[in-house]
């Protein structure tokens, strides 16, 4: 059997995903604290973690982390987002209890050195101006800002440079205590891996987690806004969006295929129509973002200040012809791209190992492969465009940053969505 979910008395999840003819295995551990479990006067401290995890132990140093899993080929890496925090490994099959144990040693023996720290702080320093630097990508910390205001969704998941500046061993060891527990983690693994085996080696791996969380996340409440900040650019940057769907919502799967027919890919509608026949922009893409209680469907351009005010009417008339009509090959075209996407990452040990871990965060079980594909065949043009009317009809979002002089406000955009 490829799937198989145990979990232990500690309430701690233990997923594998057996693939034969591999000789490698991912395995990681998948928490569920990211940037909405923060307070205000930690907001990073999740990600400020994430990197102290690899500074040292009261066993290894943060050079013996390195050559350890470096010794035998393997790679060693984490991610912090809103929603969970991930450590994980790749390496030979026969290296799977050296991944297992310098992993699990990270979590729960970090030294937290006051030298690392502040070190460590000022790489994290360093990331927030890179990302400050960076219009397209910090653009997207302006959007999350604005759909959700002052509350932990919207909080930036790198943080702010004074909070993260302040954030001591201390705070950070009571974090770790309150949120890196056995019923808020999954482990997972996929590749050449028996599953019998590798939860008695998690088992006792993990044995001295705390079994309950001590804290509950807060619910993300959409709100919409505008938010612009003017900056000498040679292009305005541009999200535009809308209140989405959570994980468990019945349009889960019609916005992920409107968001592949609308703005993913060059045969989309935003690709063909602002790109290729108009030539206002060079990069122009739609996405739908999901989590347990909220989500977020958004647009990203970037485009010349003269050229906005051409490129507005012609995304929103995009937009709204969606709520409309959606064709067949429309249809059919989207449910190619979104089973292929699924299909072909079934060929990673390491994307299968991720998906069944977020899978298992989520719906508190994996979902088959089976499955997934037949609630994309169920896609129809009926439902999309009934999904497309009800999140386009609400109240926008935007994010824009650059020369906006051009650029119409929020309300002039949501009227000519009506």
Known sequence: MSLQLTTLPSGLRVITDSMESVETVAVGVWVAA????????????????????????????????????????????????????????????????????????????????????????????????????????????????????????GWPVLGQESIVKSITAKKLKSYMSAHYAADAMVVSASGAVDHDSFVTLVDKSLAGLSPK??????????????????????????VLGFKGVSFDDKDFYNLAALSTLLGEGMSSRLFQEIRERRGLAYTVFSSAQSFSDAGLFSVYTGTGCEDVSKLIPVLCDEIKKTTESISKDEVSRARAQLKAGI????????????????????????L???????????????????????????????ASLGNFNNLENIEAIHARLK
Do not use: W
């Open 343 to 366: 299909l072909m990452s079934l060929e990673s040990p390491s994307s299968r190992c991720a998906q069944r871990a977020r899978q298992v965060l989520v719906y508190g079980r994996p």
């Open 34 to 153: 990211g940037t909405r479990h923060e307070t205000a006067d930690v907001n990073g401290i999740s990600h400020l973690l994430e990197h102290m995890a690899f500074k040292g132990t009261d066993q290894r140093s943060a050079q013996d982390i390195a050559e350890e899993i470096d010794n035998v080929g393997g790679q060693l890496n984490a991610y912090t987002s809103r929603d969970h925090t991930a450590y994980y490994a790749k390496v030979l099959k026969e290296d799977t209890v050296l991944a297992v144990d310098i992993i699990t040693d990270i979590l729960l023996n970090p030294a937290m050195d006051a030298d690392e720290l502040t070190r460590e702080q000022h790489v994290v320093v360093q990331e927030i101006h890179q990302a400050f630097d960076t219009p397209d990508d910090i653009i997207f910390d302006h959007f999350q800002a604005a759909a959700f205001p002052d509350q932990p969704m």
């Open 213 to 238: 969380t001590q804290v509950n996340e807060v619910v993300g409440q959409y709100k919409g806004g505008d938010f612009r900040e003017r900056r000498k650019l040679e292009q305005l940057h541009v």
């Open 368 to 398: 088959t492969t089976e499955e997934v594909i037949e609630r994309i065949e169920e896609v129809n043009a009926s439902g999309i465009a009934a999904a497309a009317r009800r999140i386009f009809s609400g109240r926008p979002t935007m």
